[in-house]
């Protein structure tokens, strides 16, 4: 005959490696459905990237032609490109917006370069290369109009 006490302590050993096997059980069902989760997670992901890509792309703008050759003036500053690789007046403008003791407004910039700012028709196309630098990512614009270097 089998001693009670060790047929007890079997069924209780049981029982807590069939709660043990259901927690394990459920445990592994939430980490396959996370990881089926992340897979989604992972295409979709992947999709609005090409598409946001592909929309950059298309936004992006269309180079000049040059000798039949494409060319950006005024290219998109890039963490390794230098203020050389833009046009003499270009690299002027930045230097006048870089020296200035904080923000400037486009008179200002005038003012500076030397440029009659009293004549509107002298002063709008500076504001553009203004602009122009600021949608490059040269500078920055801030909401009352005047330019100031990036951070």
Known sequence: MLDPELLERITARRTELDDLEE?????????????DELAVAERVLGRVSKE???????AAPAPGRVGGQ???LIPHRAPDMEE????????RILAVVRQAA????????GDTLGIDVSIRAKLEPLRGKLVRLVDR??????????????L
Do not use: N
């Not at 050389?84 to 690299?91: F, G, I, V």
């Not at 990512?137 to 990036?150: E, M, Q, S």
């Open 23 to 35: 927690r394990l059980a459920k445990e592994l069902a939430e980490v396959r459905a996370e990881r």
């Open 137 to 150: 990512g040269w500078l920055r614009k801030l909401p009352d109009g005047r330019f100031t270097t990036r």
């Open 52 to 58: 946001l890509a592909d929309e950059r792309a298309l």
């Open 84 to 91: 050389t690789m833009l046009p003499s007046d270009y690299q």
């Open 70 to 72: 494409a060319v950006m």
């Open 102 to 109: 904080g923000p400037v407004k486009a008179r200002q910039v």
